[in-house]
């Protein structure tokens, strides 16, 4: 049972552009989201985070956007780099102290030069 | 920023070894650290929660006595992986997590590839 969705395995976008990373999840307990970044074997990077009482957080190009009633969260990256290109997983947990986290499946994220 | 250091970055072994694998704080403590496991293409899956001087817990379908972990000091957690078999082969990937007062997130070692022959 997946509660948290990455429904696009890869996404490629020009660079400069804006990419747009979606994620749905299903547990209406989850109170906590944050976007990871992976490269090719090596470990996850923070990135950023929101929790379920905000509806935006923003963190120079990245912002992440929260829509609670539809399950739904998004991270977008404007301007899109070169460098941007990995994969990203949003993961969730109930609340902020509970460190269990849930990580969805990732999506590929290419930047087009 | 916070560094967790995990080692070795890739096992190749046979059958019936028995690998430790060791993840490290290296600028804080952290009385939890966690263990994840990646399949290809797929997503990170918890296996279980380590707390320092404490037994880990572990996630519903993860053997214990398969997967252990020991959490000895605030910077060191250690995960075994017993009597390894090719279906073991995966990615392996610990985290720590600073004092929850800290509101910082879990930082996240480089992973270990191991692979069982």
């Known amino acids: 049972d997946q509660q948290v969705k990455q429904n696009s395995p890869s996404l490629s976008v020009q660079e400069g552009r804006i990419s747009i990373l979606n994620c749905d999840y299903t547990?209406?307990?989850?109170?906590?989201f944050l976007w990871y970044k992976k490269y090719p074997a090596e470990g996850p990077t923070f990135l950023i985070s929101?929790?379920?009482?905000?509806d935006k957080n923003e963190d120079g190009r990245f912002t992440v956007f929260l829509n609670k009633s539809a399950k739904h969260l998004s991270l977008h990256i404007v301007p899109s780099q070169p460098g941007d290109s990995a994969v990203y997983f949003c993961?969730?947990?109930?609340?902020?102290?509970?460190?269990?986290?849930?990580f969805g499946t990732g999506t590929r994220l290419t930047i087009i030069p | 920023g916070a560094v967790v250091s995990q080692h070795p970055s890739w096992v190749i072994c046979k059958s019936g070894t028995s690998v430790k694998i060791e993840c490290r704080s290296l600028?804080?403590?952290?009385?939890?650290m966690f263990w994840y496991r990646q399949f290809p293409k797929q997503s990170l899956m918890l296996m279980a929660t380590?707390?320092?001087?404490?037994?880990?817990?572990?996630e519903q379908g993860v053997e214990k006595d398969k997967f252990l972990i020991n959490h000895a000091s605030l910077t060191l957690s250690t995960l075994t992986v017993t009597s390894a078999h090719p279906e073991d082969s995966s990615f392996y990937i610990c985290?720590?997590?600073?004092?929850?007062?800290?509101?910082?997130?879990?930082?996240f070692g480089d992973g270990t590839r191991l692979s069982i022959l």
């Open positions: 985290s720590a997590r600073m004092d929850p007062a800290s509101n910082q997130p879990q930082h």
């Open positions: 547990n209406s307990m989850f109170d906590y």
């Open positions: 929101i929790s379920s009482i905000k």
């Open positions: 993961a969730a947990s109930a609340y902020f102290g509970n460190e269990k986290l849930t």
């Open positions: 600028d804080f403590q952290a009385t939890t």
């Open positions: 380590s707390n320092e001087g404490s037994k880990a817990t572990y």
